[in-house]
Nanobody, 116 residues
Framework: QVQLVESGGGSVQPGGSLRLSCAAS????????MGWYRQAPGKQRELVAI???????NYADSVKGRFTISREDAKNTVYLQMNSLKPEDTAVYYC??????????WGQGTQVTVSS
């Protein structure tokens, strides 16, 4: 089992920044990647960014150059630094951790609202 706890969401004006955190616990060694997804009202959940165990990263085109995913292995934590936020970034952001046992774990979600 893997538990994921997110933090760092909130409200910000356009152009502002937020940093999301996702702390993992439990069967850490089974995790081979960690990612951030988001779901806006009336839309499907979409991948925002992912970091593979080896360190490779991938981003949605809509956030490239504005968002950065990183990790701190000593704390089993993944971060999503979000800069130059836009109203269209408003969504519930979820942390995700797929494992080598074909299990897929999700955090509880954290709301990000970008509005003037």
């Amino acid at each position: 089992q893997v538990q994921l706890v997110e933090s760092g969401g909130g409200s910000v004006q356009p152009g502002g920044s937020l940093r999301l955190s996702c702390a993992a616990s439990g069967s850490i060694s089974s995790i081979y990647a960690m990612g951030w997804y988001r779901q806006a009202p009336g839309k499907q959940r979409e991948l925002v960014a992912i970091i593979i165990k080896g360190g490779a990263t991938n981003y949605a085109d809509s956030v490239k150059g504005r968002f950065t995913i990183s990790r701190e292995d000593a704390k089993n934590t993944v971060y999503l630094q979000m800069n130059s936020l836009k109203p269209e970034d408003t969504a519930v952001y979820y942390c995700n951790a797929p494992t080598i046992y074909s299990r897929n774990y999700w955090g509880q979600g954290t709301q990000v609202t970008v509005s003037s």
